[in-house]
């Protein structure tokens, strides 16, 4: 089976939250918002993006938020990072949360943005290549 190809591509960074945007299969889906990008030595807990790379995903049942939801696999000092829904760098803790960028340093519609994501990527082999 062919794995499915998330691209998030990293298109603003301050120091508080990073803004980019999501592709699958090579076409624009939505905005994604993380927190700040620090230096690969710097970690804050709950306020850095993870590093640029490609990871595996896959879609378990969030403890947490008690529904099923994209996992990152094997990110370099991190656990349990996901991708779900939130307005603003308070609401990720080093996950992506997905939306429109239509208010700076935030993203709107996020719950239904994510709910678009899921009933497309479900099911599938994923990966994830952050730029």
């Known amino acids: ?11 603003y960074r301050c120091e508080s939250y990073t803004i980019g945007k999501l592709y699958i299969d090579g ?3 939505c905005d ?3 927190d700040p990008v620090r230096p690969r030595e710097v970690k804050i807990n709950g306020d850095t993006a993870i590093a640029f790379g490609t990871y595996d995903v896959i879609i378990t049942m969030s403890p947490r938020f008690k529904k099923r ?10 656990e349990g ?4 829904s939130g307005n603003t760098a308070k609401d990720t803790e080093g996950c992506i949360l997905v939306g ?9 519609k996020s719950r239904k943005t994510y709910n678009a994501l899921i009933k497309k990527i479900d099911k599938k082999e994923l990966t994830l290549t952050i730029e």
């Open 1 to 11: 089976m062919k794995k499915m190809k998330l691209k998030l591509k990293r298109i």
């Open 27 to 29: 076409v624009y889906f």
């Open 32 to 34: 994604t918002l993380e």
């Open 69 to 78: 939801m994209p996992l990152l696999l094997n990110v370099p000092n991190f």
């Open 81 to 84: 990072v996901r991708i779900h």
């Open 100 to 108: 429109r960028n239509t208010v700076k340093g935030m993203v709107r």
